[in-house]
């Protein structure tokens, strides 16, 4: 086997490894943690839409449906507008405010069919139940003001379909902070250059060893690289030899 294989059975085994390690989660669900925020479950990321909100008072979306029907929707803070008093979502209907969600008690999922995420808000102070749904759409390239539709309802009724898109709907981007999955690959990084600086000085001054030897456990690494390609080249060997065949 020459190099060149070598490099690749470590690279193609390493990958499957890592990918391994971070796709066990599969079914992705965001779970909440507060009325601005919730956690995806695949390790993904926090979803935090507080800085999206006006903190004033104000909403800070405010559109007209093709209806043209006024929708105000405000991520994180209460406003009031009117007969809209603290409200997540007021909807101006004839000129008349119509509470239309609370922040209180918003819930928040990943919609399975178009694997959205999406927040609920509810409100029943007229006796009548309001229902909003607002999806938050990942777009990394709107970091400025989100875009926001009032895309509204077919029937006249709840639920009130609202979206917003923007870089904060996307999970890890807009967290005050690391991501656990990022403080994990910083301190593998650290662990490692903190090896392999250590182990080059140790082989160098302490066991005065030159060229390759300056390796730290040179012989535990050649032996664990060629367990790992070993293994791999049984599972793939056969498919792998015909195509290296071909090239
Ligand atoms: C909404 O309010 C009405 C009347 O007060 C009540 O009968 C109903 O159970 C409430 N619905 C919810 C979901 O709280
Ligand atoms: C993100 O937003 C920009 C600007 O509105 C738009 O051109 C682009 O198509 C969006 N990207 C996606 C993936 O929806």
Not at 129 to 157: M, P
Not at 176 to 192: H, K, N, R
Request: aromatic share 10%; hydrophobic share 40%; charged share 15%.
């Amino acid at each position: 086997m020459d190099k060149k294989e070598n490099v690749l059975c470590m690279m193609l085994a390493w990958s499957l490894v890592l990918s391994f390690t971070f796709n066990i989660a599969a079914a992705r669900d965001c779970v909440k943690v507060n009325d601005c925020s919730c956690q995806m479950d695949d390790g993904s990321g926090l979803v935090d839409i507080a800085t999206l909100g006006r903190t004033d008072g104000k909403p800070a979306f405010s559109g007209l449906d093709p209806n043209s029907v006024k929708y105000s929707y405000n991520p994180c803070y209460p406003f009031t507008d009117g007969a809209c008093e603290n409200v997540a979502a007021c909807q101006n209907l004839q000129n008349q405010n119509i509470p239309i969600g609370k922040q209180d008690g918003s819930l928040w999922n990943v919609d399975p069919a178009s694997n959205e995420l999406i927040v609920t808000y509810t409100q029943n102070t007229t006796g009548q139940e309001q229902v909003t749904i607002v999806t938050l759409v990942c777009n990394k390239t709107i970091t400025d003001t989100a875009d926001y539709i009032a895309i509204g309802t077919v029937t006249g009724n709840a639920p009130y379909f609202l979206s917003i898109s923007h870089k904060c709907a996307c999970p890890g981007l807009c967290t005050p902070g690391l991501s656990a999955g990022t403080v994990i690959i910083i301190v593998f990084f650290c662990v490692l250059a903190v090896y392999l600086i250590g182990g080059v000085l140790y082989t160098k001054f302490v066991k005065k060893s030159t060229g390759m030897e300056l390796i730290p456990n040179l012989d535990l690494w050649k032996t664990f690289f060629q367990l790992i390609k070993d293994g791999f080249m049984f599972l793939v060997g056969k498919c792998k030899r015909s195509q290296y065949d071909k090239i």
